[in-house]
Nanobody, 122 residues
Framework: QVHLVESGGGLVEAGGSLRLSCAAS????????MGWYRQAPGKERELVAT???????RYADSVKGRFTISRDNAKNTVYLQMNSLKPEDTAVYYC????????????????WGQGTLVTVSS
């Protein structure tokens, strides 16, 4: 079994900052991409940022220059530093990882966390 556990969400005023963390645990052989998605009320889930194991990153246009994704591969953890938050950033943020497990066989899994709520007040 593989699990992703997110933390760091909460309530913040516009212009403030939050840092989200997502740690993967379980029978992990290798992790490729780790990323963050978000879903606001009444909207579809969208990509926020993703980081590939080789170091490349990709951001949604709406968060470029304000959010930074980073990884600690030794800890199987991905972070999302969110600065200059806006009310429109309010959403449930989900972590996703592409994980290679070897039990019972070599298999790539797309694993999602349970989500953490970020609320930005105006």
């Amino acid at each position: 079994q593989v699990h992703l556990v997110e933390s760091g969400g909460g309530l913040v005023e516009a212009g403030g900052s939050l840092r989200l963390s997502c740690a993967a645990s379980g029978s992990i052989f290798k992790i490729n991409a780790m990323g963050w998605y978000r879903q606001a009320p009444g909207k579809e889930r969208e990509l926020v940022a993703t980081a590939i194991s080789g170091g490349s990153t990709r951001y949604a246009d709406s968060v470029k220059g304000r959010f930074t994704i980073s990884r600690d591969n030794a800890k199987n953890t991905v972070y999302l530093q969110m600065n200059s938050l806006k009310p429109e950033d309010t959403a449930v943020y989900y972590c996703k990882a592409d994980i290679l497990v070897i039990t019972p066989s070599y298999t790539w899994l797309e694993v999602w966390g349970q989500g953490t709520l970020v609320t930005v007040s105006s």
